[in-house]
């Protein structure tokens, strides 16, 4: 099983629209959890940390899932500026903490 | 605003000649770290620095080096560098070991 998995998509959503990602993580005893947002051919950019109570930033909703082990990004009311790859990003809390990067979930917004 | 840099942004080297991709960085972050990322792939952590301390994952070829002479600067060399090793390096710095990173645009690397 891979560390962090998420489904590649492509998600094809109109704007407007509702989207939500999963990503699933092999270590039980991971701490943080984060969703970056990446461009194509730009650095991978901090979208928001992922607490357990779930939080939420504007259109943005993370939910964290431990007993099944799985996090969540929903967006709402997508915009075309939305269209990049979503990278969920999981500290394996092993030893050195080292964050595991998912290969990402890419999201394209139609007009 | 605080930032992290990283020059030069394209870089194109000769196979098996040696090149020296760096980054500084504003933050006063005590960890750094050197990912490859290669098209449609998740960042691949090569090794970071925690402080002066250096850590290099396992699978990280002898090929690449790192110095960090200070805070701000940390530097990846690559010392023969091979078709196979053309791909985008990004560093990351990070105020402590598990805390979110904050990345560099990145080098995009191109072997010839």
């Known amino acids: 099983r891979k560390e962090v998995e998420q489904d590649p998509g492509p998600f094809n959503v109109p704007e407007g629209a509702t989207v939500a990602f999963n990503c699933t993580y092999s270590?039980?005893?991971?701490?943080?959890f984060f969703w970056y947002r990446q461009d194509c051919r730009k650095e991978p950019k901090l979208l928001m940390s992922?607490?357990?109570s779930g939080n939420e930033d504007g259109r943005f909703t993370a939910q964290l899932n431990r007993a099944s082990q799985y996090i969540s990004l929903l967006i709402r009311d997508s915009k075309l500026s939305d269209s990049a790859t979503y990278l969920c990003?999981?500290?394996?809390?092993?030893?050195?903490?080292?964050?595991?990067f998912g290969t990402g979930t890419r999201l394209l917004v139609s007009p | 605003d605080a930032m992290v840099i990283q020059n030069p942004r394209y870089q194109v080297t000769q196979f098996g000649k040696p090149v020296t991709l760096s980054c500084s960085q504003t933050?006063?972050?005590?960890?750094m770290y050197w990912y490859q990322q290669k098209s449609s792939q998740a960042p691949k952590l090569l090794f970071h620095?925690?402080?002066?301390?250096?850590?290099n994952e396992a699978d990280t070829p002898d090929n690449f080096q790192s110095r960090r002479p200070n805070t701000s600067f940390c530097f990846l060399d690559i010392r023969s560098p091979g078709l196979g090793d053309a791909a985008m390096y990004l560093c990351?710095?990070?105020?402590?070991?598990?805390?979110?990173?904050?990345f560099g645009p990145g080098t995009r690397l191109t072997v010839t």
């Open positions: 990003v999981v500290n394996m809390n092993t030893g050195f903490q080292k964050l595991v």
């Open positions: 620095y925690y402080d002066k301390d250096f850590n």
């Open positions: 933050l006063n972050h005590n960890v």
């Open positions: 270590n039980s005893a991971s701490q943080s």
């Open positions: 992922v607490y357990s």
């Open positions: 990351a710095t990070s105020s402590q070991q598990g805390a979110e990173q904050y």
